[in-house]
């Protein structure tokens, strides 16, 4: 099992700025991701957070919109970059600690609204 | 593209109910995993099926995977206020990955 921390719990933006969500494990794992999810729905990946290299985004994200760092194998950041309303939602830090069958692991997300 | 479909969207039923929730899809999966997700909180696993046909229990909740490896259901049974969330499907793709399904938001009213 593993704690995460993700911060900020929530934020308010205008469009235009940016905001970088933080995620911090409490122990080293291999595997870290990033979700996207609106209120209420299902989970879509937007990348794969790989430790010391770029990260691996899917299909419909892009690293300029979502900057992603990893610098060790406890954190990851997430940027949303130049914010307009539709990128209101809810962001996931998630890591898996064992092999390809394991569970995910998730933070309590950050409730993003942009105005 | 694997994708993981789930019904119903929501269900609305009374506590001591029974009901069932299915994930399925066109695509194999190596295992499965369903999730329950509470408002504010991420989601939270509930069980890992692995080999086709198989069947876990967790105290009223059963879940089945098909032979196929394509498709599971969950069923619930005595429902109660308790298990209210958003159930979701996971199925293991590749690199790693889970695809989640698109999930079912049960209301469990008492």
């Known amino acids: 099992s593993a704690v995460i921390s993700q911060k900020p719990s929530r934020d308010i933006c205008q469009r235009g700025t940016s905001l970088t969500i933080q995620c911090q494990v409490d122990s080293q794992v291999t595997m870290m991701f990033w979700y996207r999810q609106q209120p209420g729905q299902s989970l879509t990946l937007i990348a794969t957070?790989?430790?010391?290299?770029?990260?691996?985004?899917e299909s419909g994200f892009v690293i300029d919109k979502f900057p992603i760092s990893r610098p060790n194998l406890t954190f990851s950041t997430l940027t949303v970059s130049n914010m307009s309303p539709e990128d209101s939602s809810i962001y996931l830090c998630s890591v898996r600690t064992g092999g390809r069958n394991s569970p995910l692991h998730f933070g309590n997300g950050t409730r993003l609204t942009v105005t | 593209t694997q994708l993981l479909e789930q019904s119903p969207q929501f269900l609305s039923i009374q506590e001591g109910e029974n009901l069932t929730v299915y994930c399925n899809s066109s695509s194999v999966f190596s295992s499965l995993q369903w999730y329950r997700q509470e408002p504010g909180e991420g989601p939270v696993l509930l069980v890992t099926?692995?080999?086709?046909?198989e069947v876990k229990k967790l105290k009223r909740l059963t879940f089945q995977f098909g032979d196929a490896r394509k498709d599971s259901s969950l069923h619930i049974t005595a429902a109660q206020p308790g298990d209210t969330g958003l159930y979701l499907c996971?199925?293991?793709?590749?690199?790693?990955?889970?695809?989640f399904g698109t999930g079912t938001r049960l209301l469990v009213s008492p």
């Open positions: 957070a790989n430790q010391g290299s770029e990260a691996t985004y």
């Open positions: 996971a199925g293991a793709g590749g690199f790693q990955k889970l695809v």
């Open positions: 099926v692995v080999t086709g046909g």
